[in-house]
């Protein structure tokens, strides 16, 4: 008799056993869903609102610079010290990638070549600019000074 009640104490402790696996299980599974959900999170988060400077093209690849009004579409083919005067503000620019709709308008259009490739940076005012089909927020001063400097190629063409 006293052997049955051993095996039914240890049958009880398998059983609590088996049933403390379980409970782990399921609190294991629990933490590495809410653990992949917050890495999930983290990524979107750097993927759509990471930082870039506005030009990250080293200048001796770069060939030309071709800059656009968007108020009356005049060109202008930027001279070797024009173009480096150009990156080496841009490359100092720092942008925030943000989520925007479509602009009805642009101050400058900068089509940099480099290689067979091509890179064009939208300016839409002096705190937005677009890299290829992204949008980007930058700081009001550096904008003020990329435009200032545009201006200042203009007038001296």
């Known amino acids: 008799v006293k052997i ?3 095996l039914a104490s240890e049958e009880q402790v398998w059983k609590k056993f088996s049933f403390w696996r379980i409970k782990m299980k399921k609190k294991l599974i629990i933490g590495i869903v809410i653990v992949a959900v917050l890495v999930a ?4 988060f750097v993927i759509l609102f ?3 400077n506005m030009v990250s ?3 001796n690849e770069i060939t030309s610079v071709v800059i656009t009004d968007g108020n009356n579409g ?4 930027l001279s070797a010290e024009e173009m480096d005067t150009l ?3 841009c490359e100092r620019v720092e942008c925030k990638k943000v989520s925007r709709g479509e602009s009805g308008g642009w ?5 940099i070549a480099y290689g067979n490739k091509s890179n064009k940076i939208t300016l839409i005012s002096n705190e ?3 890299i290829g089909n992204d949008s980007y927020k930058i700081n009001k001063q550096d904008g003020d000074e990329v435009i200032r400097i545009i201006k200042k190629f203009y007038m001296e063409k």
Do not use: P
């Open 107 to 111: 101050s400058y259009s900068i089509d």
């Open 57 to 59: 093209i080293s200048r």
């Open 41 to 44: 999170c983290m990524i979107v």
């Open 128 to 130: 937005v600019c677009k």
């Open 50 to 52: 990471k930082k870039t």
């Open 87 to 89: 990156i080496k503000l």
């Open 74 to 77: 005049d060109m202008i083919e």
């Open 4 to 6: 049955f009640q051993n």
